[in-house]
C-alpha cells in the first residue's frame, strides 16, 4: 500500500459525511436481522417439537377414538323358554344350531309382543338382529347346565355386527343403502327395542378375554388367547435373554481380555441390535423351524426368535449398569479374600441388579410389541379359537400373539374388524405402559448414587 | 425313558452330588471347615458340574444323532419301488407316523404291546384302528411300511433305552469320580469358577452363533434360490410377478425402488423435524421443557409399529385420499387407493423423529462447551453458533445418525405391509401404491408355497439383499460416529 492510498483511505472515513451514531438501547440493521434470524431459528426447534407431539397426540386420539368402541358391546336380551321336547329334537338334528335359532327367534317374537313392538319383519330378517353365534351359546348353556331345561333362562345375546355399529354410530342409515344384510326396518327396530330396554350396550368382558372366533363375526371376536400366546412367549424371552444376557455382559464387563474373539462378539452385539426384525423371523423360520423341526406357530419359537432380538438390548443395558457400580465395590471384596467370581456375583451383581431389571423389562416391551417376525413363523396363519389346555400345551401348541392378532384383524377389510384391531392396540399399550411404569418405578426406587 | 424322566433322574442325581460332595470335604476334615481349600459349598458344586456336564452333552449328542442312524437303518428296509412312487422323505414321514399311532395304542390300551409289534396289515385294518386312538393316515398301510414302522419301533425303543443307560450312567461315574476326588487339598473353587467363566464365554459367543445363524440360514436358501432362478434375472429385472403356479418372474428392481422412496420420503419428514428437535431440546429449551419434551418425543419411539402400521392403513391413507384422491379437497385425482409411498413414507417418518432426535441430541451434547464460550464470545449469536460451530463439529455424529435411521427404514415391515399396498411397480408418482422388499419377504413367507419353490426360496434371497444393505449402513453409520466421538475424548 502507498501513503497515497492511506491517506485517501483515511481521507474518506474521516470525511464520510453519512457516518451514523449507533446507540446502546437501539441495534443496527444488521443486528436485528441477526436477532430476527436467532428468533426465527429457534422458533424452528419449537415448530419442529410442535409437530412432533402433535404426532403424538394425534396417533393417541387415533386409537382411542377408533378403539374404546371395541369395550362395548350391543346386548339383546331374550327369555328362552328351554322346552325339554324341543330340545331334544333340535340335539336330534344334524344341523343343531339352525334349531336353536328357530327356538330363539320364537322366544324372541314373544318378548316382542309382550313388550308391544310391533316389527313387520319377518323370522328370517329377525335373526339379522343377532350374531350367527347366538344361537350356540344358548346351545353351550344347555349343554352345561341340563337342569336348566322346562324353565325360562334369560340370556345377554350378542347383538350382529351391523346393528352394534349402528349404536356405536358406525353404521348410519345411509350406508344401509349398499348393505344386503339390513335395512332401514332393522334400524327402527334397534331404536325401540333400546327404548323398551331389550336392547343395550355395555362393556365387553369377551373382547378381553375372549377368544377371536372366525372371520365372519367381528362381534364375537377376543384378544384373550393371544393375550395367554403373548404371555407364554414373554416367559420364554425372560427365562432365556436375562440369565444369558446378564452372564454375557458380565464376561465382556468383568473377564474379557483385550482380543480378537472379544472384540468379534462386541461388534456382533452391536449389529444385532440393528438388524432389521424381519431377519430374525428369517432366521427362526430356517433354523428352528426347517431345520430343527420345532412345531409351527408356538408360542416356544416366537419366544427364542423374540430372545435373540432382545439379547443385544439386555447386554447393552447391563453393561451399563455393571459399570456404573464403582471400582471401590470390587477392590474391598478383593481386598478381603474374595475371589473375583465372588467379588462380581456376590457384591457387584446385587448392586447393579434394579439396573438389569430395568434393561429387561424394556427389552421385553419391546419384544411384546414386535410383529414382523411373528408372522413369518406362523403365528398369523393360525387363528386361537380355544385357551391352550395346560403348561406344555401353552408353549408348544398353536397360539397367536397380541400383535399378530391385530395385524390379522387389520387385514380382514371390514370397519367392524378395524374397531377390534384399534381395540387390541389399547390392550397392546396398556401392558406396555404398566411394564413401562414398573421399569420408571424400579428405577427411582433403586437409584443411587455413589 | 422318556426325555422328561431321564432329566428328572439328572437331576436328582446332581442333588445327590451336591450333598454327597460337600458332606464328603467336611467329613475329611471333621466338620472343621477352616481346613479346607475351599468353602464348603464349591466342593458341593464341583460334584454337580461333574454329574450334569458330561451326561448332559452325551444326552444332547444323543439327540441329534439318533433320528439320523434310525431313518438311514429304516429307509433301506423301504424296496426302490415304494422309493420311486412318491420320495423317500414322504415314505419316512408315513413310516413314523404309524410308529407313533401304534405307540399311542399301545400306551391307550386299544392294542396290546404284542400286538403292535406283531400285527399284520393281511389280518386287521391297521389304518381303521389307528383312526380309532385319533392318529388319521392319508392312504392305506401297506404291508411294507408297516413292517419298516414296527422295526423303527423296536430300533427306537432299544434306543431309548440305551440313550437311559448311557446318560445316567455318564452321570453316575461323574458324580463318583467328583466324590472320589475331593479331599481338602482339593481346590474346588478354582474347578468351579473355570466352569462359570465358561458358561459366561458361551453365552457371550450366543451373539456370535445367531450372526452365523442368520448368514448360514440367509446364505444356504439363497444359493438353492440362484440354482433355480438366474442371478442376473433376480437383480437387474424389471418386474416382479410371483405366480404360486410357477412361472414367476422374479425380479427385485421395483422393490428395491419402492424401498429407498419410502425411506427417502421418511428420512425428509423425520430429519429436519429431529434435527430442529434435537438443536432446540440441547440449546435453548429449559431443564422443566427439556424434562418433558424428552420423554413425550421418545414414547414416539416405544410404540409398536403394528400401532404405526395401522394409523398409516386407516388414518393417515384416508386423509390423504381426502385431500388427492377424486373429489378430494384438491379436486384431483392422483390417488387411487388410501395405501401409497407417501402414507407408509409419511408415518415412518414419525416413528423416525425420536431416533433421529434422541441420537443427534447425544451427539450435540457431546460438543465441548469451550467451543460455544468461544463462539459466544465473539460475540456470534446462539443460532449463529449453532449452524457455525456446533453442527459443523456435530456433523459426523449426525451423519452417522442419518444413516442408522435409514436402516430403520429400508427394514421396518409392519408400516410397509398395512401402509404401502401390494403392487410392485417402478413409477415416480408418491401417492401411487408400491411394495418393499421387507413387504414381498412377508407375503412370499405366508403363503403356501412349497419351501423348495423359487416362489418361496426367493424370500431367503431377498432378506439376504435386506440383510447386506442394513448391516452396510449400519457398519458405516457406527464406524463414522465412532470416529467422531474419538475426537474429544
Known amino acids: 500500500m502507498t501513503d497515497t492510498t492511506l491517506a485517501q483511505q483515511s481521507d474518506t472515513s474521516h470525511a464520510s459525511p453519512e457516518r451514523t451514531v449507533f446507540s446502546i438501547l437501539e441495534g443496527d440493521a444488521l443486528t436485528r436481522k441477526r436477532n430476527a434470524a436467532e428468533a426465527r431459528f429457534k422458533l424452528y426447534g419449537i415448530i419442529a417439537i410442535g409437530i412432533g407431539l402433535f404426532f403424538l397426540v394425534a396417533l393417541l386420539w387415533a386409537i382411542l377414538s377408533n378403539g374404546l368402541g371395541a369395550f362395548t358391546q350391543t346386548f339383546v336380551k331374550v327369555e328362552v323358554p328351554l322346552n325339554q321336547q324341543q330340545i331334544e329334537e333340535a340335539e336330534k338334528s344334524v344341523v343343531k344350531t339352525s334349531k336353536y335359532r328357530a327356538i330363539l327367534i320364537e322366544a324372541f317374537e314373544n318378548d316382542l309382543s309382550a313388550a308391544n313392538i310391533s316389527t313387520g319383519i319377518s323370522a328370517k330378517d329377525l335373526e339379522k338382529l343377532f350374531s350367527s353365534g347366538a344361537a350356540a351359546t344358548i346351545r353351550d348353556h344347555v349343554l352345561a347346565h341340563p337342569d336348566s331345561i322346562g324353565s325360562t333362562v334369560g340370556f345377554d345375546l350378542i347383538a350382529s355386527s351391523r346393528v352394534d355399529g349402528y349404536m356405536k354410530g358406525r353404521v348410519d342409515r345411509d350406508d344401509l343403502a349398499q348393505d344386503k344384510n339390513l335395512d332401514a326396518a332393522h334400524l327402527d327396530l334397534a331404536d325401540q327395542l333400546q327404548a323398551a330396554g331389550i336392547l343395550e350396550k355395555r362393556f365387553n368382558w369377551e373382547f378381553v378375554f375372549g377368544t377371536d372366533a372366525s372371520d365372519s363375526r367381528p362381534e364375537q371376536a377376543g384378544i384373550g388367547a393371544s393375550m395367554v400366546g403373548s404371555l407364554f412367549m414373554m416367559l420364554v424371552v425372560l427365562v432365556l435373554s436375562l440369565p444369558i444376557g446378564v452372564a454375557a455382559s458380565i464376561y465382556l464387563e468383568e473377564f474379557a481380555p483385550q482380543n480378537r474373539f472379544t472384540d468379534l462378539i462386541e461388534v456382533n452385539i452391536s449389529n444385532l441390535a440393528a438388524v432389521p426384525s424381519i431377519v430374525f423371523g428369517i432366521l427362526g423360520l430356517a433354523v428352528f423351524i426347517q431345520f430343527m423341526h420345532l412345531p409351527q406357530s408356538a408360542p416356544l419359537v416366537g419366544g427364542l426368535v423374540l430372545t435373540l432380538m432382545t439379547l443385544p438390548t439386555i447386554i447393552i443395558s447391563t453393561r451399563a449398569s455393571l459399570k456404573a457400580v464403582p471400582p471401590s465395590i470390587r477392590d474391598a471384596a478383593l481386598g478381603i479374600g474374595a475371589s473375583k467370581m465372588q467379588s462380581i456375583f456376590h457384591h457387584v451383581l446385587p448392586l447393579a441388579m434394579p439396573g438389569i431389571l430395568t434393561g429387561t423389562i424394556i427389552g421385553l416391551a419391546q419384544a411384546l410389541g414386535e410383529t414382523a417376525p411373528l408372522l413369518l413363523i406362523g403365528m398369523v396363519g393360525f387363528i386361537a379359537s380355544n385357551f391352550p389346555d395346560g403348561v406344555a400345551a401353552g408353549f408348544l401348541s398353536p397360539n397367536s400373539a397380541m400383535p399378530a392378532q391385530i395385524y390379522e384383524w387389520a387385514k380382514r377389510a371390514d370397519p367392524a374388524f378395524y374397531e377390534r384391531a384399534w381395540g387390541g392396540i389399547i390392550v397392546l399399550l396398556v401392558f406396555l405402559m404398566a411394564m413401562n411404569i414398573i421399569a420408571i418405578i424400579l428405577r427411582r426406587r433403586f437409584e443411587r448414587r455413589w | 425313558m422318556s426325555l422328561p424322566l431321564v432329566s428328572a433322574v439328572l437331576l436328582v442325581l446332581a442333588v445327590a452330588g451336591y450333598i454327597f460332595g460337600r458332606g464328603k470335604a467336611l467329613k475329611t476334615v471333621g466338620g472343621d471347615s477352616r481346613r479346607l481349600h475351599s468353602l464348603s459349598g464349591y466342593y458341593g458344586w464341583n460334584a454337580v458340574v461333574w454329574t450334569l456336564a458330561p451326561s448332559l452333552l452325551l444326552l444332547v449328542i444323543w439327540l441329534l444323532l439318533q433320528p439320523i442312524v434310525i431313518n438311514g437303518s429304516v429307509s433301506s428296509m423301504i424296496s426302490e419301488e415304494t422309493a420311486a412312487g412318491s420320495s423317500l422323505d414322504l415314505v419316512m414321514s408315513d413310516v413314523v407316523r404309524i410308529a407313533e399311532g401304534l405307540d399311542l395304542a399301545a400306551t391307550q390300551g386299544v392294542m396290546s404291546a404284542e400286538d403292535a409289534s406283531s400285527i399284520r396289515i393281511e389280518l386287521t385294518d391297521v389304518r381303521d384302528r389307528l383312526g380309532d386312538v385319533g392318529v388319521a393316515l392319508g392312504s392305506d398301510v401297506t404291508a411294507e411300511t408297516l413292517r419298516a414302522a414296527q422295526a423303527y419301533r423296536e430300533i427306537s425303543a432299544t434306543g431309548y433305552l440305551l440313550r437311559s443307560v448311557v446318560v445316567i450312567g455318564a452321570a453316575l461315574l461323574g458324580l463318583v469320580l467328583a466324590v472320589v476326588r475331593t479331599n481338602p487339598e482339593f481346590r474346588a473353587r478354582n474347578a468351579v469358577e473355570s466352569v462359570v467363566r465358561w458358561i459366561l464365554i458361551a453365552a457371550a459367543s450366543i451373539a456370535v452363533l445367531t450372526t452365523l445363524g442368520i448368514v448360514l440360514s440367509l446364505i444356504f436358501n439363497t444359493v438353492e434360490f440362484f440354482r433355480i432362478y438366474p442371478a442376473s434375472e ?38 429436519p423435524i429431529g434435527l430442529f428437535a434435537a438443536i432446540y431440546l440441547s440449546e435453548y429449551a429449559t431443564p422443566h421443557v427439556r424434562a418433558v419434551a424428552k420423554p413425550l418425543l421418545e414414547i414416539l419411539a416405544g410404540i409398536p409399529t403394528i400401532v404405526y402400521g395401522l394409523f398409516a392403513l386407516l388414518t393417515v391413507g384416508p386423509l390423504l385420499m381426502n385431500v388427492f384422491g377424486s373429489g378430494g379437497a384438491l379436486g384431483v385425482n392422483w390417488m387411487s387407493g388410501a395405501s401409497s409411498v407417501l402414507t407408509a413414507g409419511m408415518v415412518m417418518g414419525i416413528m423416525l423423529i425420536p431416533f433421529v432426535s434422541s441420537l443427534s441430541d447425544d451427539i450435540i451434547n457431546a460438543v465441548p462447551q469451550a467451543m460455544r464460550d468461544g463462539s459466544l464470545g465473539l460475540g456470534a449469536t446462539h443460532s449463529e453458533t449453532v449452524k457455525q460451530v456446533i453442527l459443523p463439529a456435530a456433523l459426523p455424529g449426525i451423519v452417522g445418525a442419518i444413516l442408522l435411521a435409514a436402516s430403520r427404514a429400508i427394514g421396518e415391515t409392519m408400516i410397509v405391509v398395512l401402509g404401502a399396498g401390494a403392487a410392485a411397480r417402478l413409477s415416480v408418482n408418491p401417492l401411487e401404491a408400491m411394495t418393499t422388499v421387507t413387504a414381498k419377504i412377508v407375503s412370499q413367507l405366508t403363503g403356501d408355497a412349497d419351501f ?38
Request: charged share 10%.
Open chain 2, 234 to 271: 433376480f437383480f437387474f429385472g424389471l418386474t416382479w410377478a410371483p405366480s404360486f403356479g410357477g412361472g414367476s418372474v422374479l425380479g427385485i428392481l421395483p422393490l428395491i425402488w419402492a424401498t429407498l422412496y419410502i425411506s427417502l420420503i421418511a428420512l425428509a419428514v423425520a430429519v
Open chain 2, 452 to 489: 423348495a419353490s423359487p416362489e418361496a426360496l426367493v424370500a431367503f434371497a431377498l432378506g439376504m439383499t435386506l440383510f447386506v444393505v442394513t448391516l452396510g449402513l449400519n457398519i458405516i453409520a457406527l464406524y463414522i460416529v465412532r470416529k467422531y466421538r474419538e475426537q474429544y475424548d
